[in-house]
Antibody
């Protein structure tokens, strides 16, 4: 059973960048993709983008194009999400999740990383 | 981009009641790749249903999904105390972005 362990909470200044990591226990994600989803306080889930592990290529939601970069290092079974030009509206919990090979849906999720953007 | 609409926004029910949650897509969802997730406060979402109607591992059979094309339903046959939560649908069938609906909160009447 895979576990996704994310890096700890971050406090950032407006205009700066944040990089959140997501490490799969057991040495492999066991999936085709890793997706990043965020949730602002009291709000719903927002799909940010995903990386296709075998190709190392990523797709991003239009809203985040040019500001987000998703990468993965399969040698360490770790995925990363970097968000730049941070604004206060980026304050949210950021989740990584993997798609199941059988389900193709997001069957395992990280615990979430709170990113607070404040001057 | 496929837009998902969920209704109602809030469902106030009692334990033992039947819950029926709706998810409507702005265009047909490819291969019925529609999932339902449950989220409780302070927790990550949990996959309940994938492929519109298949239960994920360890999900009780009181949860069922149905629908195709643009209209999908999550039914909880008899609400248990632990089922009071927010439920999200997500489409993952066509090309990205794989959007989520705004959620339906099931709370205690």
């Amino acid at each position: 059973q895979v576990q996704l362990v994310q890096s700890g909470a971050e406090v950032k200044k407006p205009g700066s960048s944040v990089k959140v990591s997501c490490k799969a226990s057991g040495g492999t994600f066991g999936s085709n993709t890793v997706t990043w989803v965020r949730q602002a306080p009291g709000q719903g889930l927002e799909w940010m983008g995903r990386i296709i592990l075998i190709f190392g290529s990523a797709n991003y939601a239009q809203k985040f194009q040019g500001r987000v970069t998703i990468t993965a290092d399969e040698s360490t079974s770790t995925a990363y999400m970097e968000l730049s030009s941070l604004k206060s509206e980026d304050t949210a919990v950021y989740y990584c999740a993997r798609d199941g090979l059988k389900t193709s849906a997001l069957d395992y999720w990280g615990q979430g990383t709170l990113v607070t953007v404040s001057s | 981009e496929i837009v998902l609409t969920q209704s109602p926004g809030t469902l106030s029910l009692s334990p033992g009641d039947r819950a029926t949650l709706s998810c409507r897509a702005s265009q047909s969802v490819s291969s019925n790749y529609l999932a339902w997730y449950q989220q409780k406060p302070g927790q990550a979402p949990r996959l309940l249903i994938y492929g519109a109607s298949d239960r994920a591992i360890d999900i009780p059979d009181r949860f069922s999904g149905s629908g195709s094309g643009t209209d999908f339903t999550l039914t909880i046959s008899r609400l248990e105390p632990e089922d009071f939560a927010v439920y999200y649908c997500q489409q993952y069938g066509s090309s990205p972005p794989f959007t989520f609906g705004p959620g339906t909160k099931v709370d205690v009447k």
